[in-house]
C-alpha cells in the first residue's frame, strides 16, 4: 500500500527556509505571505488494510519521521484524501 | 488565497534523503519500499480567483520553487484537492 505524509513546522515555530523562500519570491515580484516548507515523504509498505497501514504510518512518524514537539503531521493512504487540518 | 506545493524528485533521479530513510525504517523494523523525500510549501497569495493562482504558483513553481530538471511539482490550491499525479 501507498502512503504519504506531510511534515510540516507547527504554526509558532520559526521556520528559516520558508521566509528565506518567502523573501525571494518577493524580490522576484510575488505577493506572498506565510510562506511554510515543510518535508513529503513517499513510501510503500506492507500492511493488512487501511487500518493498519495507518496505524504503522503513525508509529514510523513518532520513532523517525517527525518531530511532535515541532512538527505536525497529516497522513494519506493510496488514493484517499488527505485527512482534515493537521494534528 | 492559500496554495500547496508538493516538490518530489522525478523517477529515477536518485534520492539520497530517501533511501537514508528507508533504510532506517527497515532498521526500526518497518516493512517498506520505495521511499521519496521532497518538499512540502504552503503559502498565501494576492490573486483574482483559482485561475490567476494557479498561474502565479505555476510561475513561482519555474522561477524558484523546483528544477524542473529533476523534481516534480503538484499544486491544490485552498480546500481544492490535490490535481492527478505529479507531471
Same mark, same amino acid.
Given at each position: ?20 523562500? !518567502?523573501?525571494?519570491?518577493?524580490? %522576484? ?7 511554510? &516548507?515543510g518535508r513529503?515523504? @513517499?513510501? /510503500? ?12 504510518? !503513525?508509529?514510523?512518524?513518532?520513532? %523517525? ?7 505536525? &503531521?497529516?497522513?494519506?493512504? @493510496?488514493? /484517499? ?7
Amino acid at each position: 500500500m501507498r502512503a504519504t505524509v506531510l511534515v510540516r513546522p507547527k504554526q509558532g515555530i520559526l521556520d528559516p527556509q520558508g521566509e528565506a523562500i !518567502e523573501g525571494s519570491l518577493r524580490k %522576484l515580484g510575488f505577493e506572498v505571505a506565510h510562506v511554510r &516548507v515543510g518535508r513529503v515523504i @513517499d513510501l /510503500e509498505l506492507a500492511a493488512e488494510g487501511p487500518n493498519h497501514a495507518r496505524m504503522q504510518v !503513525e508509529r514510523m512518524c513518532s520513532e %523517525l519521521l517527525a518531530n511532535p514537539l515541532i512538527e505536525s &503531521v497529516q497522513i494519506r493512504l @493510496d488514493g /484517499e484524501p488527505l485527512e482534515s487540518p493537521a494534528r
